[in-house]
């Protein structure tokens, strides 16, 4: 089995778990041994998935102003909640690849592991419930054409990411690529960095 048919068995079996009670404010149980990398897939689907939830619910047209607010306040967490969790991903695996001598012809890539995973586990989302829309009974024969159709280009997606990402850790085993960690230095949350929280002091 290929890293990324790994990946992508523990995406869908969290969005799956979670779509038993579709209810953004149930606790995540993860089923695997803490701090191991399925851990860490697991627990990166399923914010992945509340977020998904959450960006819908933010857009009812009727929603109250205040709920409104509350639910950006999540989001934003969520956000960095997501982008921590990559962090540590990444960490692992430059735990396994920093020792790797590179070849003298070693390449950088423009994004580290954990961020393609990341892109990995969103598109899984994407997936799931463009399934569910082609699946719906009470819409038309063309709703579920046009999304039969966005469904085919993202599993065309699914496959195309699956094999740079396959190909890009081979290349971390190899030496054909540098392993590096780059750190996304969010300044919106940090109340030293951000203008508007430091500047109420």
């Known amino acids: 089995m290929t890293f990324t048919q790994q990946a992508n068995n523990i ?12 209810d953004v404010d149930h606790l995540c149980t993860n089923p695997f041994k803490d701090k191991a990398i399925e851990w860490y897939l697991y627990n990166k689907a399923w914010i992945d998935t509340v977020q998904w939830h959450l960006e819908d619910l933010i857009r009812d047209p009727n929603i109250d102003p205040v709920a409104a607010l509350a639910l950006k306040r999540r989001i934003d967490k969520s956000n ?4 921590d969790l990559v962090e540590l991903i990444d960490s692992y ?24 995973i990341d892109r990995l586990s969103i598109l899984q989302l994407k997936i799931y419930h463009m399934k569910v829309e082609v699946e719906r009974a009470d819409v038309s024969e063309e709703h579920k ?3 039969q159709a966005k469904l085919g280009v993202l599993l065309e997606q699914n496959t195309d990411l699956c094999t740079a990402i396959d190909q890009l ?33």
């Open 11 to 22: 995406f869908n079996q969290a969005i799956a778990d979670y779509h038993k009670f579709d």
């Open 80 to 83: 960095q909640d997501r982008t």
């Open 93 to 116: 695996y430059w735990t396994q690849f920093h020792e790797v001598k590179p070849l003298d012809n070693a390449t950088l890539n423009t994004e580290s592991p954990a961020w393609a």
């Open 145 to 147: 054409a046009k999304c």
């Open 169 to 201: 850790m081979e290349c971390y085993k190899t030496g054909e690529k540098v392993m590096k960690v780059y750190k996304q230095m969010k300044m919106y949350n940090d109340p030293a960095l951000n203008p508007v929280l430091y500047g109420q002091k």
